[in-house]
């Protein structure tokens, strides 16, 4: 064990028996309760990594589809650390290492004692004889700066998974840098004294290749400064790159509120929220350290802020009992209850005192917790939380082994993929064992019901006739159901491919089928697991794009999307200033993906047109006022192929409309907009050429016609 584990292990030790450390936060590094503005100097490494990495192109640039990252699984975060803002993209790593920043000490003090004494014998009577020395009681005590020379540890970013109580720029003598993957981006945000010069040491950070630096410095005070450091493996990704920079530059003349660090951790941020004034925060976190071993305590930690002070409280991994749990009130806004759960788990419900029911969300431990000292293994089982207007029962849902068939002929044979059916007065059922659920598919009156674990309340239903699809969601993922007419032989869904892990087809059962209108078909059934983003297909047509569970928002979430066979596109969510059209086309030339249409509150009362510009057609997005009457003047824009989607949800994104249409390469068209009293009341002339799309004026076909280049 080093000595920073041993120290860490005493003054958790001392915490937990109640007594007070001293000096765990000291004045010399960081003051609390003052507001500090924060400005950034960026150097010309990182300058060049920028310009590099997030220069961006046209709206109109066409692209491959980009790959959504899932790494870990974890969706956007969005907290405040130390008073420092950070979002974490979906799939990256969060370490909350305030808490370690404040229990590691800034000065070591050396002290010289002076006092007079009298000789005793070995039997220890005094002797005569001249005092030994004189001088005062009181000690002579010299303080000296620890040398950090990554400063004092705050947050890490990354999109790999840190080990807890290690930094990749290192914590001086007392623990080298973490390992960086070859494809590695992390940064490292510190504390540093106001005289310091930030990473001058050059064994700061010096696991970095070419490390980029930028300085968040205080401006009128003189206690400390904030620096961060992007540390990249020499495969790092430029998209990679240019988020960790991007987060660097945002840093710039923010204001930052510091208070008090929570009692425990530190901890990997697994899902941040607010509400009623409060912002909380879910860690995977220590806890604190057996008496016996020094080993780690893990738990769940719930971080509250609000404008006047933090909090935290904890709930330990579950062992004796299958589900624990905590829970926060927000006042008006509701509770968040949380806990932790053990593996044979397969959902969680918070029931209500009304009866509602309301499902949680569920998070696999970091897989690094199991290389904490002390710790054999990493966790296993769920940390979880689920927002309510009240606090609820905890109904665990235990995971089945597959049931036998109820009824039917026990000679037939089932062909592949096929589902087994029973008949029922109503209709028939269909049954099945997927993502930890017993379930049932029924038809009664003209509609589908889906039944999980023997329940008789419907988790879910649609109108049963061919054609129609619905996606319902289900503690451990979702069902995506489909009727397709009796041609469609082959269904399934393909999880999109990252750096962790390859695409995955996941194939469905299906069933035969004649609708409420006497149509023969097939339903299809495909069991998504977790949540994630992808495509269906069915036989070989045109992929479309897919995403679940349908809530929460997380990057990658599907708003609305279409096919006509030639191009597939979806709306996806990326952030709340950012949805991003992506296509996929018969011809290759014309897949791709936009850049971030905002919402219409970012416009200023500006429509904006984007899209992707293909080789054979541009797929066109505009971004509108909510719910603007919309018409074709232009014969060769079919019915059907302007769809709006009128975004509702609550986001900035709220009242905005986004219309896509194609506009193939030698067909210009037209798109008439107008809004009452409003400045939309005009003609949108189009035209697209390979890779660009052209403003023309509205009523001729010809686009040297003073046209302009759609950005």
Not at 196 to 216: E, L, N, T, Y
Not at 230 to 257: C, E, H, K
Not at 339 to 350: K, L
Not at 498 to 525: A, F, H, L, M, Y
Request: aromatic share 6%; charged share 15%.
């Amino acid at each position: 064990m080093n000595d920073l584990e041993h120290d860490l292990r005493e003054l958790f030790e001392q915490r937990a028996s109640g007594v007070d450390v001293p000096g765990l936060a000291p004045a010399e590094v960081v003051r609390r309760g003052r507001r500090r503005q924060v400005g950034t100097v960026v150097t010309g490494v990182l300058a060049c990594l920028v310009a590099a990495g997030i220069a961006a192109a046209a709206i109109g640039q066409t692209r491959h589809p980009a790959v959504i990252p899932v790494g870990n699984g974890l969706p956007e975060r969005t907290t405040s650390i130390g008073g420092v803002p950070v979002t974490a993209p979906a799939g990256w790593t969060l370490v909350d290492d305030w808490p370690l920043a404040a229990l590691l000490s800034a000065n070591s003090q050396e002290c010289s004692f002076t006092a007079s004494g009298t000789a005793i014998d070995q039997n220890g009577s005094p002797v005569e004889a001249s005092p030994v020395s004189d001088g005062a009681e009181q000690p002579s005590c010299t303080s000296t700066p620890v040398g950090y020379p990554a400063g004092l540890p705050l947050l890490q970013l990354a999109n790999f998974e840190i080990p807890l109580m290690r930094t990749v720029c290192g914590l001086g003598d007392q623990e080298g840098p973490a390992s960086v993957p070859d494809d590695g981006v992390a940064v490292y945000v510190g504390v540093f004294p106001a005289n310091a010069k930030p990473f001058a040491d050059p064994g700061a950070c010096s696991s970095s290749v070419d490390p980029s630096i930028a300085v968040a410095q205080t401006r009128g005070l003189s206690d400390s400064i904030l620096a961060a450091a992007v540390v990249a493996g020499p495969s790092a990704t430029q998209a990679d790159l240019a988020t960790a920079t991007g987060y660097v530059r945002s840093l710039d003349g923010i204001m930052v509120d510091e208070t008090p660090p929570a009692a425990e951790g530190p901890g990997y941020v697994m899902a941040t929220g607010q509400g009623g004034g409060v912002s909380w925060r879910l860690e995977a976190a220590i806890t604190s350290f057996d008496h016996q071993n020094g080993a780690p305590t893990v738990g769940a930690v719930m971080a509250t802020t609000t404008s006047v002070d933090t909090g935290s409280r904890t709930v330990d991994l579950s062992t004796s009992q299958r589900v624990n749990d905590d829970y926060i009130d927000l006042g008006p806004a509701g509770i968040v209850q949380f806990g932790t759960a053990t593996s044979e788990v397969s959902g969680i419900d918070i029931v209500d005192p009304s009866g509602g029911i309301q499902s949680a969300h569920r998070f696999s431990w970091p897989a690094a917790l199991g290389s904490l000292p002390g710790v054999l293994a990493a966790p296993t089982g769920w940390l979880w939380y689920a927002s309510a207007a009240e606090r609820g029962t905890v109904r665990p849902l235990m995971a089945s082994a597959p049931t036998a068939a109820p009824t039917g002929d026990p000679g037939a044979s089932l062909e592949p993929g096929e589902l087994p059916m029973k008949e029922t007065s109503n209709g028939f059922v269909i049954y099945g064992n997927d993502l930890g659920h017993d379930w049932q598919l029924a038809h009664e009156n003209g509609r589908m019901e889906l039944f999980l674990d023997g329940s008789t309340e419907s988790a879910g239903s649609f109108t049963f006739v061919i054609g129609s699809e619905t996606q319902i969601d289900v503690p451990g993922g979702a069902f995506l159901i489909s009727l397709r007419d009796k041609t469609v032989t082959d269904f399934a869904a393909s999880i999109d491919a990252t750096d962790q892990q390859p695409s995955t087809t996941i194939d469905g059962g299906w069933q035969r089928i004649q609708d409420v209108n006497g149509d023969d078909g097939r339903v299809w059934i495909v069991p998504l697991p977790g949540w994630g983003t992808g495509t269906e297909q069915a036989n070989d047509d045109l992929p479309n794009f897919v995403s679940w569970p349908s809530s929460p928002l997380r990057d990658g979430t599907l708003l609305s999307g279409g096919s006509d066979g030639v191009v597939s596109w979806g709306l996806s969510w990326r952030n709340d200033h950012c949805v991003v059209l992506e296509t996929i086309g018969a011809d290759p030339g014309n897949s791709g993906s936009s850049e971030c249409l905002p919402p219409w509150t970012d416009l200023k009362n500006n429509p904006l047109i984007g899209g992707v510009y293909g080789s054979t057609r541009a797929t066109v997005a505009m971004v509108l006022t909510h719910r603007p009457p919309t018409t074709t003047t232009s014969p060769d824009l079919n019915d059907g192929a302007l769809q709006c989607d009128n975004i509702d949800m609550e986001s900035n994104f709220a009242g905005t409309t986004i219309c896509v249409f194609p506009v193939d390469v030698g067909h210009p068209v037209e798109i008439h907009v107008s809004q009452e009293a409003g400045p939309l009341s005009e003609v949108v002339a189009l035209e697209a050429e390979p890779g660009r799309l052209n403003q023309i004026q509205p009523g001729t076909t010809d686009a040297t016609s003073s046209p302009s280049t759609v950005p």
